[in-house]
C-alpha cells in the first residue's frame, strides 16, 4: 500500500495556520512582491506560531490544491500572486519539467532495482 502524496495538515496547521498564511500570501502580487519560504516561516515564529518550512511547503501545496489563492506560483524569489498569463505558463512549464525530471529518476531507479542482487544489506 502506497504511503499518501503528503500527510495532511493537522487541526492546528488548517485552524490556526492556514488562515494567517492565506491572508499573507494574497498580498504578494506580483513576483517583486514575493516572499520566501524562509521569510514566512521566520516572521510567524517571532509572532509565537510553531511552523516549520517543511509544513510551510505543505500548508502552501493545500492552499494551492484547494484554490484558496488562486494563480499562487513560486520563483527563486519567493511565492507570489500573478495575473500575468504567461507568466502563469512559463511556471506551469517548469512544473511539468520537474516532473520529468523526477521520472527519469524513478525510471533509473527502477531499472537498477530489477538488477539489484536478491540478498542486499544497507550500510550502517
Not at 519560504?37 to 511552523?51: P, Q, S
Request: net charge positive; charged share 30%; with cysteine.
Amino acid at each position: 500500500m502506497r504511503k499518501p502524496l503528503l500527510k495532511p495538515l493537522n487541526k492546528y496547521e488548517k485552524e490556526t495556520l492556514l488562515p494567517v498564511i492565506v491572508k499573507c500570501l494574497s498580498r504578494h502580487i506580483g513576483k517583486e512582491n514575493a516572499i520566501t519560504n524562509h521569510h514566512m516561516c521566520e516572521k510567524l515564529v517571532d509572532k509565537g506560531y510553531d511552523i516549520k518550512e517543511t509544513r510551510m511547503r505543505k500548508i502552501i501545496h493545500y492552499i494551492r490544491d484547494n484554490w484558496l489563492i488562486g494563480c499562487l506560483i513560486a520563483s527563486g524569489k519567493g511565492y507570489h500572486v500573478t495575473k500575468d498569463k504567461q507568466e502563469m505558463m512559463d511556471y506551469i512549464d517548469t512544473l511539468r519539467g520537474r516532473v520529468e525530471a523526477i521520472e527519469a529518476i524513478i525510471r533509473a531507479l527502477l531499472e537498477q532495482l530489477a538488477v539489484m542482487p536478491e540478498e542486499t544489506t544497507s550500510a550502517p
